[in-house]
């Protein structure tokens, strides 16, 4: 009984940790649309391997892989540092791309919010 609570209990807590880290993803991803093809798509980090953010990105990558949602080369590319503002700035400049998401928690937002960073997205 105990590791049948103990398991309930860990996949509860990944789904909403999923489902948390989910909503701070922004997923830009046109299915089928020939006219927009990136060569890859990046899921850019604002933390180091292994880290929450960076696990998220590494399953998101892996579901829309084997669920063909994602039909190009992926890689998830680790920009810690300036607490996210590296990871923003990135992406930031490489206007047009389209080929970019960022996996981002509450503190990059919160940022803004509190203007220690000029990044508003």
Known sequence: MEF????????????????SALQ????????????WKPDQVEFVVPNSPGG?????ARVLQKVLTDTK??????VVL????????ITLNYIRERPGQGGEMAVLSV?????????TSTYNY
């Open 4 to 19: 049948k609570l103990k398991s309930t209990f860990y996949s509860a807590a990944i789904a909403l940790g999923l489902c």
């Open 24 to 35: 701070a993803v922004t997923i830009q991803v046109a299915k089928a649309d020939d006219a």
């Open 52 to 56: 929450a953010s960076d696990t998220i």
């Open 69 to 74: 949602q994602l039909e190009v080369p992926s």
């Open 78 to 85: 680790n920009k810690p540092g300036g607490a996210g503002n």
């Open 107 to 115: 503190t990059q937002p919160l940022n803004y919010i509190i203007g």
